[in-house]
């Protein structure tokens, strides 16, 4: 049988600070939706979701309806753990969720499907009580799925011992955002990872894990409508903006702009120059861009005379700062005297 396990989706997730966060949170349900149509297409007879399929609140009425709707579309079983972000929303999507949704609670709970048993239980301040009586069916292949940390007990305990002792074949984690496959005696503990990054900060693969429990083969399907490409650009040389931006253009040629482009600038520059101006000149141009500065200046003092206040700054600096916070101070001492502002 073949069997899906993905986690933290965080729908309605405000997405602070991540460009084009309303597309994006769009976007989020559309990663799910997507999943769904795989899970169908693959022929998986269920889906497990472990943990923070909800974000922690305001979740809008729209987004419960179109969960319930992706989830109501194929004669799949989905399995949901709410996990340390359950609340309120969960009670508004149980109400709008077809029969084949099935949510667990603060017990173990088990659901045979043919030779498959899943298992799971939603963590709170309990679990040394709970772990005492581990539902699982010796004769089945058992999938058990929690919302947990594998290296702590911050939210909650998962008891690694109890489940290999049990013989459980897979343990479906969310909370890790990131892929994990860890083996323990004859037990997978897996993370799934997010279904979708939610912007800069998350640069791993994306995607959920298809289980096929007759052959016991654990696959991570990758699965991104966007994700973050980092390129780096040689600034050295480089003597003004304009040849700056140009050096950007040609590294971004071949970028998919509808990802995520974060750029960072190395080397050394003949000049000061300017990030926030070539980030401006691009401006729109792509889904959403970040460009870090990380050049660092080659001072000419021959191209600053000592006529000049800038010119007498720099030698001042040099003959009376360290090498470590030279650099600092010239690029904001610069910035100061030309009247720019300051970055
Ligand atoms: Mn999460």
Redesign the pocket.
Known sequence: MKIIHCA?I?IGSPLTGVANSAARRHELLKAFEQMTNYAYNVGAEAVVIAG?LLDKEGVTSNELSSLATAMARYPVNYFVVAGNHGGGDYGRLRSLTTPNVRYFDGRWRSYTLGNVCISGMELDGNDAEKWKEVATDKSKYNIVVLHADIDSDDYGELNTDVLVSQQVNYVALG?R?TFMHKRIGKTDFVYSGVLEIRGFDERQDSGFVLIDTDSGKIQFVKQALRSVSDVTVDCNGVSDDLQLRRKVENALKDVDKENYINVTLTGYTEERVHANRIRQDLKGRFFALRIKDETHIRLDMSKLPESTLAGRFCRLVMQELSPEVREDVVRMGLSALYGEELQ
């Open positions: 933290d965080h923070d909370h955002h």
